[in-house]
């Protein structure tokens, strides 16, 4: 998974847009075959903990606030693997029946937690995110790899 400062918006083929914040987070969110249920809580309680917002002296040292959106947007190609060759390989996602699921049980689970607003995009869409990241910071989360 992968989440950065940003304001964004997912927009599906001609549509507007499909959930849009203002300040906040960007989490694009990759669903692996191996996920279990405290992945989730996991990587939740990561996302609502990490300090990369500005605290009252400018430092980076505060969490996504009360007031700042999270937008989350499936994303299956985070697995992508180019270990033989330049064809990625997905093998490791999620098949979408599944991950399908799991990505619905995220958006809840986070919308139960954060005070904030909460938005997504349509999973499995093909879609255009509009985003402009506010740093740059972007972090690397992986529930398989919690010590990364």
């Not at 693997?81 to 991950?99: D, E, T, V």
Request: net charge neutral.
């Amino acid at each position: 998974m992968l989440v950065t400062k940003s304001f964004g918006s997912p927009r599906i083929g001609g549509e507007s847009s499909r959930g849009e914040i203002s300040a906040g987070l960007l989490v694009y969110l990759g669903i692996q075959q191996a996920d279990l249920p405290e992945d989730l809580e996991w990587i939740i309680k990561k996302i609502l903990g990490i300090r990369i917002f500005e605290d009252e002296l400018g430092q980076m040292k505060a969490p996504v606030g009360q007031g700042s959106g999270i937008l989350v947007v499936s994303q299956f190609t985070l697995f992508g693997n180019l270990k033989k060759g330049g064809r990625p390989s997905f093998h490791r996602a999620a098949p979408p029946q599944s991950a399908e699921g799991v990505y619905n049980d995220f958006v809840i689970k986070l919308k139960k937690i954060h005070s904030g607003p909460v938005e997504c995009g349509v999973f499995g869409a093909d879609m255009s995110v509009v985003a402009s990241d506010d740093g740059p910071v972007t972090i690397w989360l992986d529930s398989r790899n919690k010590n990364y």
